[in-house]
């Protein structure tokens, strides 16, 4: 048997893996972003404990790996009565991964946003929140495009660690394909070939995303 | 009931570039909707300003007739942006007073943000780097402030819109993006968006020195014709002919304070300070 008719035969399982890590990936993204959003306007408030609390989740969320916390959800929190099924632990340890990676580039963003256009929508007379949502907020978030979709690709490679608490995600149809006759090469590459699939023109996409903000700059 | 008839003219530009002559007649009413906001003066007492150990206005003083036109000269650093910049309050005075458009500011006063929303739209202001919102096209980048800081609906806004965008001369630029247009053309939209809110005052911080001489002619254009309409404006610029034809008031600054004050063509042939002789000498034989 040659590797491309083994590969057609693993196939269909494959698919199903991938699709439960597109899945997490687009839930922990979906999810993970508004509260990215949250988190860096809490960073930079001006009321103390909303930004302590804020720099802490942050904080944590980058600080330790996303696989800490994802053991933490999956086996930490039943001590206290709370349990969560596997995909639903996955989910949320990378939403706060997510949110985590996400505020930061937010927050660079809107920082990066010229002073200039504060000082114009204060001179104006601008309302400070229809400063922020309708002059800052479009403009850093614009330049954040690029960091941002950087992390969507990091967020569907890191579904790979919801494999340790047994997710049915693409890893794990791997090592369960792999396991039957012991073809891990095979299987493997394959598994590395579908992650590629998605993340290397998602990669492209954001150069050219990348490339076009430049230009517009 | 009053009946009360106000005559704005617009001269024609010179180059064109402006629409031509053209009368509108408004009653009281009209005024008092905001339309064609009442002539205000400006009166600054004592101002003072520190940044730290740094002093950036030392006791600074100046008034200003309604409907006149003030220049604002002198070198670099010599405070002239930051005075400016505190008749809006985009910068808290350490002490004096401000007294703007009805409203009475004092060091230690609070002003709420109504007062401060309600203060900086009656004083529009322009500045050197445009500012303009460049995710907004020109026509939104006017309409927009309309409709959040005077409460207009979207039609009203954009009407009022296209005609300060025909009246500096950019209509056909009304749908496209600050990017898309020259640093003139972007001066002139921030220009129409200041007017949009009915200002009584209109500030200009170095309007034109960021664009080519020739480009800003088309800038100067514009402020002349507001000028001529009456419109009470404080202009900082280096600008030195523009400062001897439009104002009625030149003021020079140096070192903090202002130093010299009077007509501009008696200041400019016979300055009474030295350090106003020596400015004048760097700008006029440049």
Redesign the interface.
């Known amino acids: 048997m040659t590797w491309l008719t083994e590969w057609t035969a693993y196939l269909p399982q494959m698919m199903s893996g991938l699709g439960v890590s597109l899945l997490i990936a687009a839930v922990s993204i979906v999810a993970g972003y508004p509260l990215g959003l949250v988190l860096s306007v809490m960073v930079s408030a001006k009321n103390l404990a909303s930004r302590t609390l804020a720099l802490a989740v942050v904080e944590i969320g980058r600080g330790a790996p996303a696989l800490v916390i994802l053991y933490l959800f999956y086996y930490g929190l039943p001590k206290f009565g709370i349990a969560f099924e596997s995909i639903t632990a996955a989910c949320l340890a990378l939403i706060w991964n997510s949110a985590a990676y996400s505020s930061e580039i937010m927050r660079a963003g809107i920082q990066s946003v ?1 002073r ?2 504060l ?2 929508s ?7 929140r ?1 400063t922020f949502w ?2 800052i907020m ?2 850093g978030m ?1 330049s954040a495009i690029p960091g941002l979709m950087g992390v969507a690709i990091q967020m569907f490679q890191g579904t790979s660690l919801a494999y340790a608490i047994a997710v049915p995600e693409l890893m794990k149809s791997a090592y369960n394909i792999g396991s039957q006759d012991f073809n891990y090469l095979q299987i493997f590459t394959l598994a590395g070939l579908c992650y590629a699939a998605i993340s290397m023109p998602a990669t492209w996409i954001t150069v050219f995303f990348e490339k076009r903000m430049a230009r ?1 700059a | 009931m009053y009946h009360f008839t106000y005559h704005v003219t617009w001269p024609t530009s010179t180059d064109g570039l402006l629409v031509p002559t053209w009368k509108i007649a408004m009653t009281l009413s009209e005024i008092a909707d905001g339309k064609l906001a009442p002539r205000t003066g400006i009166k600054l007492d004592k101002i003072s300003k520190r940044y730290g150990d740094h002093t950036v206005l030392d006791d600074v003083s100046l008034h200003v007739e309604p409907g006149t036109v003030t220049a604002l000269i002198g070198p670099s650093g010599a405070g002239k942006s930051t005075f400016l910049r505190c008749i809006n309050l985009l910068e808290r005075p350490d002490s004096g007073t401000i007294q703007v458009a009805g409203h009475t500011i004092e060091p230690g006063k609070v002003v709420n943000n109504k007062d401060l929303a309600a203060l900086r739209s009656t004083v529009g202001m322009v500045f050197q780097s445009f500012n303009l919102f460049p995710h907004m096209s020109a026509m939104k980048n006017i309409s927009f402030p309309q409709q959040k800081v005077l409460g207009r609906t979207k039609e009203e806004a954009d009407a009022r819109s296209m005609e300060l965008l025909e009246r500096v001369g950019l209509k056909e630029k009304a749908n496209q993006h600050p990017g898309r247009c020259s640093g003139g053309q972007q001066q002139r939209i921030a220009i129409a968006r200041a007017l949009a809110l009915d200002p009584s005052i209109m500030l200009f911080d170095e309007p034109t020195s960021a664009l080519d001489p020739e480009v800003g002619l088309e800038v100067l254009a514009v402020m002349r014709e507001l000028a001529a309409d009456g419109m009470t404006m404080i202009v900082v610029t280096h600008e030195m002919q523009f400062a001897r034809d439009v104002s009625d008031t030149l003021v020079v600054m140096a070192d903090c304070k202002i130093i010299e004050q009077g007509d501009p063509g008696a200041i400019m042939s016979d300055p009474q300070e030295a350090r106003t002789r020596r400015f004048l000498r760097a700008v006029l034989e440049r």
Do not use: I, K, Y
């Open positions: 010229d200039g256009q000082e114009a204060s001179a104006l007379g601008l309302a400070q229809h309708r002059v479009p403009q614009r517009h």
